[in-house]
């Protein structure tokens, strides 16, 4: 066992243990932290923190508080998602404050319900506290809304790839006139352009990339659905992004700039300069 697991082993539950707080950190920006996770933070005895998680958040913990890199990494030094729930049960079990701190919302593609499921079973009691979810803070960056009155109603999000490794079911976005945001899609954007377009989308839909939205060094993207791969390998997109489709996106100050004619990279400082 590691030495998380060494000092908080699994055992009986009791009358006097702790519970796990399951605290959405948003999409980067320590400022967009809610108030209510701060004060969470203050307060925990040991926090398992993921990889997109800022770092900067670890000075809101006490003297004596635990910070556990919980983060999956493609390729290299990784904690299991099994790992990391034992490792909170055994720290709830011994009567600790625990807080699962994650990027964005903890309810949107963060593998909450696994965690939350996997605590329950063990007889924990479990607290979510929302965050700003990255879609949100993707179209703060570009200066649009994911709804409009005059455009579309409806929102669907989606993840670029499921469980099985492979694009999830679109049918909820038949007829091409949804916003759809997409997360973790860099890697299936082909894919994700020829099952839009076989929904009704069309070639000339707008598309926005936001790479690291919210934080000083985000980047704002544009396109169309058909230019969308060339926009992610001609300008060495990287996770973490966000894609967001739809007629919306022409709503915004910088894609009149770039007048969709190809794909354009906006500094973060033009991105800010969209919104005055």
């Keep these: 066992m590691n030495a998380i697991s060494d000092r908080f082993p699994r055992a009986e539950a009791t009358a006097s243990q702790g519970k796990v707080i399951l605290v959405g950190a948003g999409p980067g920006a320590p400022d967009l932290l809610t108030q209510r996770a701060v004060r969470v933070l ?7 923190a993921d990889g997109l998680v800022n770092d900067d958040l670890q000075s809101l913990l006490r003297d004596g508080a635990i910070w556990v890199d919980a983060a999956k990494r493609v390729g290299g030094k990784t904690k299991s998602q099994q790992d990391t729930i034992d490792e909170m049960i055994g720290a709830a079990q011994a ?27 063990a007889g924990i009691e479990v607290e979510l506290i929302p965050g700003v979810t990255a879609a949100s803070a993707a179209a703060a960056s570009a200066a649009f809304s994911l709804t409009h009155r005059d455009i579309t109603s409806a929102v669907t999000f989606v993840t670029g790839h499921n469980v099985r490794e492979e694009l999830p079911d679109l049918s909820p976005v038949d007829g091409g006139s949804q916003t759809v945001v997409v997360y973790m899609g860099i890697g299936t954007a082909s894919d994700l352009v020829s099952a839009l377009t076989e929904k009704g989308y069309k070639p000339s839909t707008p598309v926005a990339v936001v790479e690291r939205a919210s934080l000083p060094e985000e980047r704002v993207l544009y396109g169309t659905l058909r230019t969308l791969p060339h926009v992610l390998t001609s300008q060495s997109v990287e996770s973490p992004a966000l894609i967001v489709v739809g007629n919306v996106v022409s709503t915004s100050r910088g894609w009149w700039r770039t007048e969709a004619l190809a794909p354009v990279a906006q500094t973060a400082h033009d991105a800010h300069l969209a919104h005055g």
């Design 42 to 48: 203050e307060n925990a005895d040991i926090v398992f």
């Design 95 to 121: 009567g600790k404050s625990v807080v699962r701190l994650k990027g964005g919302d903890i309810s949107l593609f963060a593998r909450g319900g696994e965690e939350i499921s996997g605590l329950q079973r």
